[in-house]
C-alpha cells in the first residue's frame, strides 16, 4: 500500500523539527508547546472511546504491536485521558502536530519516539 506524499512529507519535516538533534525519542514536559502524534480516527468504538472520534496515537510501534497508547476525550465527560486501542480499531492515521496546551499538559512526562513516525517516512504504515 502506497503512503500519501503528503503524510510522507509531514512525517520528514516533524522528524526534523523534533528528533534531527536530539536522542530520538522527545520527552513532553513543560516547556513544549507543541507536540507531535499520529492522529487517526476510531473505525470502532470502546469502553472509552466513540466510532468516528479523533485520537491521537504517541507511542507504539507498526507491526510489532497489537495495540497503541493514544489521547482523546472520554466520551462521557469529554476530559482529555491517557488510553490503550488495539490498532485494528483506527483509520485514516496521518503525522501531525498538536499545540493544545490541555493535551499536552496529558502527555506530561510521557516519551514520543522518532520510530513512531519512520513508517510514514518509509512507506510502510499500517494504518
Aim: aromatic share 10%; no cysteine.
Amino acid at each position: 500500500m502506497a503512503i500519501d506524499p503528503g503524510k510522507a512529507e509531514k512525517a520528514r519535516a516533524i522528524a526534523a523539527e523534533f528528533f534531527a538533534d536530539g536522542p530520538g525519542y522527545l520527552v513532553v514536559g513543560a516547556q513544549h508547546a507543541s507536540v507531535p502524534v499520529i492522529a487517526a480516527r476510531m473505525a470502532a468504538s470502546t469502553r472509552s472511546f466513540t466510532i468516528g472520534q479523533r485520537v491521537l496515537v504517541y507511542d507504539g510501534y507498526w507491526g510489532e504491536a497489537e495495540r497503541v497508547k493514544v489521547v482523546a476525550r472520554y466520551r462521557r465527560s469529554h476530559r482529555w485521558i491517557r488510553g490503550v486501542v488495539p490498532i485494528a480499531k483506527l483509520a485514516g492515521a496521518r503525522p501531525a502536530v498538536v499545540y493544545d496546551p490541555a493535551v499536552i499538559r496529558v502527555l506530561h512526562d510521557a516519551w514520543i519516539s522518532a520510530g513512531l513516525f519512520q513508517p510514514y517516512v518509509t512507506g510502510t504504515a499500517a494504518i
